[in-house]
């Protein structure tokens, strides 16, 4: 092994070990949509998401043992946009070399804050390997992280491996809540009272 395959194994290795800050997407009771690095207690009535996960395990229980050991140590994550060349290549380049992974779209304003809090960049695609980031697309970079993290270099996936779909970096916020106008209490019209007319000896001068 080469200086640079050693270089390459202990920062993967480093990267893995090392707890990155958690962040969280909280929707306020409101509507109110925020980012933290601490959640709100349980019982705040908000929404938490936490932002960057894999909620994939990119259907592990169909991937032969040793893929299976390396996607669950250096999971792989792409960022990405709709229409992308750049983009295109790197889904083909993982697809083509068999290589799990679980794709985020990069659609909205939100989207992009919160792919800079998680990848400390905006670039389109961005590729996570465990807690490595590599920014733009590279077959030689990618390749050198990916061979490091012990992924094979030719596709052992099973033939009917179905890859995740694409899902938005952030969910929408749900609309606020409309409050409904309380009916305005009509007010009874109030009898009319007849004049009456003095009499003739009623009246005072």
Sequence with gaps: MNKTARTLVAVLSAAACTAALAQYKVIGPDGKVTYTDTPPPLNSGSKITRLGENPSVV???SLPYELRQVAQKYPV???ALKTCDPCDAGRAYLRGRGVPF???LVITGEDGEAMQRITGGRDAPTISIGAQVLRGFSADNWGSYLDNAGYPRESKLPTNYQFPD????TEPAPPPEKKTAKPAVQQQ???VQPVQQPTPGN???
């Design 77 to 79: 994550t792409l960022y």
């Design 189 to 191: 019209p109030q009898p």
């Design 166 to 169: 694409a899902t938005p970096l």
């Design 203 to 205: 009246i005072k001068f």
């Design 102 to 104: 679980v794709e985020k």
């Design 59 to 61: 259907s592990q229980a």
